[in-house]
C-alpha cells in the first residue's frame, strides 16, 4: 500500500505562476493564427483535455482543425512544455518564501 505523503492541486495560478493566456498568445504568434480564434478553439477543448478525455496533441489537433491550421494540426510535440520552460514560475508568496 502506498503512503500519501503530498497532493498538489490548483497548480496554475496557485502553487506556480500561469496563465492559460499566455499560452495562447504564444501559439497564436507561433502559428500565426488570430487570438481571438484561438482562443475559442483553445477554450472549447480545455475540459477534454483537462479532464484527460483527450491527450495534448489531439488537444492542438482539435484546435489546429478548428482553427483551419495545418501546422497545427500535424504538431507532435508538446507545445505546453515549450511555452511553460519559458513563462512558468514558482509563486513564492503562496509558499511563505
Known amino acids: 500500500m502506498v503512503k500519501v505523503s503530498c497532493i498538489l492541486f490548483d497548480l496554475g495560478g496557485v502553487l506556480v505562476n500561469w ?10 504568434k507561433k502559428f ?9 478553439a483553445f477554450e472549447n477543448n480545455l475540459e477534454d483535455y483537462s479532464s484527460g478525455k483527450i491527450n495534448e496533441l489531439e488537444f492542438w489537433h482539435r484546435i489546429g ?3 483551419n ?10 507545445l505546453y512544455d515549450e511555452i511553460c520552460s519559458k513563462r512558468m514560475s514558482i509563486n513564492y508568496f503562496v509558499y511563505g518564501l
Open 65 to 67: 482543425k478548428t482553427v
Open 19 to 28: 496563465n492559460n493566456s499566455w499560452l495562447v498568445e504564444d501559439i497564436s
Open 69 to 78: 491550421s495545418s501546422e497545427l494540426k500535424k504538431t507532435e510535440k508538446s
Open 32 to 40: 500565426q493564427l488570430s487570438k481571438t480564434k484561438l482562443s475559442e
